[in-house]
C-alpha cells in the first residue's frame, strides 16, 4: 500500500535521485542575481532533468501556471538585516503546504550556534505535522555558527546529517565534504538519503560538476544547487549537464560538452 509521503516523494525525485534548484533566497537576500523572476527561470528548466524547485510559499502562490517539477516550499526564513542571520523561523505549517498543492516541505536548521536549540524544537514539530499529513520533508542542515570552525570537517558534517534524519526528516541537505571517502562514511551512516548543497558559486563549471560527480560516487542521492544554476548564463543548459552526470552516470568532462 502506498503512503502519501511515498507518492509525493515519487514527484520530488527522479528514479531515486534529485536534481533540485533551491530558490529560497529572497528572503534572506533579496531579489539576488538570477532571481528578479524565479517562474522564468523555473520554466526555463523543466524538460531538461529538473525533478524539483525550493521555493517559499509567496511564490509558489504567484505562479503563473503549476510547475511540472515537484515543488518543496520553504518554511524557514531570516534577513541579512537582522541582527541575528542565522536564527531560522517558521513561516508556515504541513497542513498549509498541502493547501498550496506542494509536494513537500523545506526548512533550514542550523547546527552549531546559540540558535540551535530552538531550530531543532522547529524540526521535530514539522516533522511530527509531515508525517501526520503524508508530507516529505527536507531538511537543510548546515554546520553554522560560533562553535564551528570549519563547516566542511567530515566529523561535523556527519554529525549534523545524522541530526537531520533522526529528528525525522525523509531528505538531508548538507555540505559535500571535498572528498568521496569521507562523504561516502557521511552517506552510510545516515539512514534516510542525502543531497548536497551548491554553496557559493563555482567559478568554472567544470568545479560544479566534479562535485556533483564524486557525491554521487560516494552514495548521494542528488545536489540541490541555486546559484550555480540560476546565476548561470545558460541555467538550462546546466541543468541538461548535471542531468547527465546524476542520471546518466556521465563524467563531469563528459557533461561539459552540454554546456558548449
Given at each position: ?26 528572503i534572506s537576500?533579496g531579489?539576488?542575481e538570477?532571481?528578479e ?5 523555473i520554466?526555463?528548466?523543466e ?6 524547485v ?7 502562490r504567484s505562479?503563473?501556471r ?5 515543488v518543496l516550499?520553504?518554511f ?6 537582522s ?9 508556515g505549517t ?8 506542494a509536494d ?10 546559540k540558535?540551535e ?8 514539530a514539522?516533522?511530527?505535522q ?7 520533508l527536507l ?9 564551528i570552525s ?13 541530526i ?7 531528505i538531508?541537505k548538507t555540505?559535500y ?8 562514511k557521511?552517506v552510510k551512516s545516515t ?7 551548491g554553496?557559493?558559486k563555482?567559478?568554472t563549471d567544470?568545479?560544479i560538476?566534479k562535485?556533483t ?6 552514495g548521494?542521492?542528488?545536489?540541490t ?5 540560476f ?7 546546466m541543468?541538461?549537464?548535471?542531468s547527465?552526470?546524476i542520471f ?9 560538452a552540454r554546456l558548449g
Amino acid at each position: 500500500m502506498v503512503s502519501g509521503i511515498e507518492t509525493r516523494l515519487s514527484r520530488l525525485l527522479k528514479n531515486g535521485k534529485m536534481l533540485c534548484i533551491p530558490m529560497d533566497h529572497g528572503i534572506s537576500n533579496g531579489p539576488i542575481e538570477g532571481l528578479e523572476d524565479p517562474a522564468s527561470v523555473i520554466y526555463s528548466c523543466e524538460g531538461h532533468g529538473l525533478t524539483s524547485v525550493i521555493i517559499n510559499k509567496g511564490i509558489l502562490r504567484s505562479m503563473p501556471r503549476p510547475v511540472s517539477a515537484g515543488v518543496l516550499v520553504h518554511f524557514s526564513a531570516s534577513t541579512s538585516l537582522s541582527a541575528h542571520p542565522n536564527r531560522k523561523m517558521l513561516t508556515g505549517t504541513a497542513k498549509e503546504a498541502a493547501a498550496l498543492g506542494a509536494d513537500g516541505i523545506s526548512l533550514h536548521i542550523n547546527i552549531g550556534g546559540k540558535e540551535e536549540p530552538e531550530m531543532l524544537e522547529q524540526l521535530g514539530a514539522v516533522s511530527e505535522q509531515c508525517h501526520r499529513w503524508g508530507m516529505p520533508l527536507l531538511a537543510m542542515m548546515y554546520p553554522r555558527g560560533e562553535n564551528i570552525s570549519n563547516p566542511h570537517d567530515p566529523e561535523i558534517v556527519g554529525h549534523v546529517a545524522r541530526i537531520g534524519a533522526e529528528c525525522g526528516a525523509d531528505i538531508v541537505k548538507t555540505l559535500y565534504t571535498g572528498d568521496v571517502d569521507s562523504f561516502a562514511k557521511i552517506v552510510k551512516s545516515t539512514p534516510v538519503p542525502i543531497v548536497i548543497a551548491g554553496g557559493p558559486k563555482a567559478e568554472t563549471d567544470l568545479e560544479i560538476l566534479k562535485m556533483t560527480q564524486d557525491a554521487m560516487t560516494a552514495g548521494a542521492c542528488g545536489i540541490t544547487y541555486g546559484r550555480n544554476i540560476f546565476a548561470h548564463k545558460s541555467p538550462e543548459k546546466m541543468v541538461d549537464a548535471l542531468s547527465d552526470v546524476i542520471f546518466n552516470e556521465k563524467t563531469a568532462e563528459e557533461a561539459l560538452a552540454r554546456l558548449g
